[in-house]
């Protein structure tokens, strides 16, 4: 079941891909305003040699990430968005990866990797396995920034009656069941900790966003160490 819905899920944003930038948020959009705030936290990043940037999309942060590493790879599984984004951000330290992001893996590691509304896509049976390929994509003292829509009532979607999947529909009409999962900050700063990642999320609805990093093992033995919890 959870192979066929992401089949599926890539094939709706495949054929969304086109109207992907007319129907998401723009930057100057009033749900749009914490996209400046998020922009200038990832900038503040930099300057880092080499970024994974995966679910890249149509490019919606890959210019602001362009503009701080040396290099980058755009990773996502619609040529369609790559083709997109290529035409949007016109830069010769961007390489794009036209692959599968949960099941791709890297030939060298980054020093930061880069998601925007991929996470809620991941089912929670698949939770510790995608932030374990993220591991094995970071350098040592590698980061990761991660961008993604908090619970909100400022759009809705249409839910199917089944945990963690919804109905979205093209503008032709065709339809497709996507995997979504909206994590409250906290609850996932708590479910990474028990993981073994260190993460603290600032919060604007409809986004919150933040950095993530690898906790050695050494750093999580002591009596301050949290259990996983899922929001």
Known sequence: MTDDLLAEQIRYYRERAPEYDATSVPHDHPFGAPMARIATDLRALGPVATAIELGA????????????????????????????????????????????????????????????????????????????????????????FLIDEAPHA?????????????????????????????????ALEARLDGIGWHASFEREDPFFWGVVTRVAPADRSGPDARPSAHG
């Open 154 to 186: 400022l759009w809705p979607e249409e839910w199917t009656g089944q945990d963690e999947i919804v109905m979205r529909t093209l503008e032709d009409g065709r339809r497709f069941r996507i995997v979504k999962v909206l994590w409250e900050p906290a």
């Open 57 to 144: 999309g149509t490019g919606q942060w890959t210019g602001t990430l362009a503009s701080i590493a040396a290099s980058v790879v755009a990773v996502d599984a619609s040529p369609e968005a790559l083709a997109l984004l290529r035409a949007k951000v016109d830069a010769p330290n961007v390489g794009t990866v036209a692959a599968d992001v949960f099941a791709w893996s890297p030939d060298a590691p980054a020093d930061l990797v880069v998601f925007g509304a991929l996470l809620s896509h991941v089912p929670s049976e698949r939770f510790e396995a995608f932030w374990s390929a993220v591991a094995a994509m970071l350098a040592p003292g590698g980061r990761v």
